[in-house]
């Protein structure tokens, strides 16, 4: 307690890869991707989340297959070029790798120069490969697939039509409405905390210099990404140099990096009509995603009782991410401190089990 307290802030997971948090739903993830894992100097395996062959191979198609890579021999690197051809596709994807000599003949460097197709792990093959395979039952209608704006007007639609009766009131409970809109029409949405202020000294819900703010994501398939919906204010948010909708850390990184004025407000809902200023942008500096909470109560108690500031089930996203905020962090420290403690208490046991015994030992006079 006096650990947390001194710490003075709650902390959560640091964002460092954008997938985390940007990969698409489930019932839209049809995107193909691979993985790739050294087996031998000479071998590459290759996992597929489709099934595939390598061209020039002699095998059927799979979600499983090996190649070999070669070396350089008297120039200084050397490009193997690998083409797959998946199932679903007519023609080939392609993977560049180039193998580099070193100072050390007996090292080489390895770089993938180039691939058409998503690289989703190195090295890290899957423990279950069912869970990295795509099932076709599991994704939505191809035409929702390909575009899904249809369903997305729908929800705009249903909310202005029936925004007297909605019971609009703060932003909280607007997203909350907003969502179960999405939810009744198919349409993927989740809702993300924002807050501005002073990240240096606070917490995520601590309402010191600018307050918290709620907005919503959705995801479109037409442009195959997440993009912010501001239901409380009434729009989403485009890029004025582009045709596409920008997410919540894209809208953070604008602020960050002074560019409000590339940003295009469009009016969609019937709540507030009029443009917001660059204060309002102030709210993206901290971006809060939330992940299901475990499902082992105990597992849940026992990360409240000892590690009570880390919420492990928060994503935070800033671009002056400070320390204080920093879950692993918090919790490396603390694990530190705990370890030191049991150091401590078995030492000053074994100090007075060595007294005891010495005193039984020493002889009378």
Not at 304 to 332: M, R
């Amino acid at each position: 307690m006096i650990f947390d307290k001194f710490w003075g802030s709650s902390t959560s997971i640091p964002i460092v890869n954008l997938n985390e948090i940007y990969s698409p739903p489930i019932q839209y993830e049809n995107l193909t991707g691979i993985k790739l894992k050294m087996t031998a100097k000479d071998l590459i395996a290759i996992e597929g989340n489709k099934k595939f062959r390598i061209l020039d191979g002699s095998k059927s198609f799979d979600y499983y297959d090996t190649v070999k890579v070669y070396y350089p021999d008297t120039e200084f690197e050397r490009t193997n070029v690998i083409f797959l051809l998946f199932e679903e596709k007519t023609t080939p994807d392609s993977i560049y790798i180039v193998m580099a000599k070193s100072e050390n003949k007996d090292i080489y460097y390895k770089q993938i120069f180039y691939s058409s197709i998503i690289v989703k792990d190195l090295n890290d093959f899957s423990n279950d490969p069912e869970q990295f395979r795509i099932d076709p039952d599991n994704l939505v209608s191809q035409n929702l697939l390909n575009d899904n704006d249809s369903l997305i007007q729908m929800v705009f639609d249903y909310f202005n039509n029936n925004i007297e009766s909605l019971g609009i009131a703060e932003c909280g409970t607007n997203c909350n409405i907003f969502q179960k809109i999405c939810n009744n029409f198919g349409v993927p949405c989740r809702i993300i905390n924002l807050q501005g202020g002073d990240n240096d000294e606070v917490g995520n819900y601590d309402n010191i210099g600018y307050p918290l703010h709620v907005i919503c994501e959705i995801y479109s398939s037409k442009h195959k990404k997440w993009y912010a919906v501001d239901p409380s204010f009434g729009f989403r948010f485009k890029e004025k140099s582009f045709n596409y909708y920008l997410n919540a850390v894209e809208i953070s990184n604008k602020h960050t990096f002074h560019t409000e004025e590339e940003i295009i407000q469009d009016s969609i809902l019937l709540t507030k009509r009029s443009l917001v200023g660059k204060d309002y942008f102030k709210y993206y500096e901290n971006v809060v995603f939330s992940k299901p909470e475990w499902k082992n109560r105990f597992l849940k108690k026992a990360v409240k009782i000892f590690y009570g500031n880390f919420n492990y089930y928060l994503y935070l996203f800033s671009n002056n991410f400070p320390a204080v905020k920093n879950g692993f962090y918090y919790v490396g420290i603390k694990s530190f401190m705990y370890f030191f403690i049991f150091i401590l208490y078995i030492n000053s046991v074994l100090f007075l089990l060595m007294q005891r015994l010495f005193l039984v030992k020493k002889p009378k006079h």
